[in-house]
Structure formats: C-alpha cells, structure tokens
Nanobody, 126 residues
Framework: QVQLVESGGGLVQAGGSLRLSCAAS??????????MGWFRQAPGKEREFVAA????????YDADSVKGRITISRDNAKNTVYLQMNSLKPEDTAVYYC?????????????????WGQGTQVTVSS
C-alpha cells in the first residue's frame, strides 16, 4: 500500500514562508519513477494544481498563481518531495496535498494522479 504523508503546514503571517514535505512509502512503490505534484484546496473551492516535478527532478511546472513564490524539489534518496513557499498571501490559505503520477509528462490534471496524501493545513493571516 502506498502512503504519502504531508507535513510542515501551519499558521504564518502574510509575507512569511513555509516548507512543506511529503514522504512516500510502500511496498513495491518506487518513488523515483513517479512524477510528483502539489495541489491545494481552500474551503468551498475545488482542489487546484500548485506545482509538479518530474521523476528525475529535471523538470518543474508551477501554477501562475504561485509562480515566482514557490519552489518544488525532491530527494529521491529520501523518497520525499518538498514545496518551499515564500511571500505567502492570505489567499494561499488551503489544505495542501501531494500526489504521485506515472504519466510520461507532467500534468496539472487531478484525475491523472494515482496516489494522494491526506493533506496539511496552511493558514496565512493578514
């Protein structure tokens, strides 16, 4: 069974930073062949794409809403993907989820991702 466990969320003031982590585990789950993505869901809104990184880490893609403020990275030796978020805004408040995808190319589509974590809450106060 595959487990994705997010951590690093919390309460931060506007302009602050957070680093989210997502640790992957599971028998027969080879983290290093999966593209990884981060999504977020604010209350009353649909889950939306934030960023994705290829299996090798060589390619990344960020949503326009966070471009220039976030960095996605991964450490395949640690089976972990990270999301560094800077200059946080109140509108970044949401539950942040990581997800794993075996597609050949990076995708922003929720339904392309095979495994999901339980999420971590990020709250940005004004």
């Amino acid at each position: 069974q595959v487990q994705l466990v997010e951590s690093g969320g919390g309460l931060v003031q506007a302009g602050g930073s957070l680093r989210l982590s997502c640790a992957a585990s599971g028998r027969a789950f080879t983290f290093s062949v999966y593209n990884m993505g981060w999504f977020r869901q604010a209350p009353g809104k649909e889950r939306e794409f934030v960023a994705a990184i290829s299996w090798s880490g060589s390619t990344t893609y960020d949503a326009d809403s966070v471009k220039g403020r976030i960095t996605i990275s991964r450490d395949n030796a640690k089976n972990t993907v990270y999301l560094q978020m800077n200059s946080l805004k109140p509108e970044d408040t949401a539950v942040y989820y990581c997800a794993a995808d075996l597609s050949l190319t990076l995708t922003t589509a929720r339904n392309e991702y095979d495994y999901w974590g339980q999420g971590t809450q990020v709250t940005v106060s004004s």
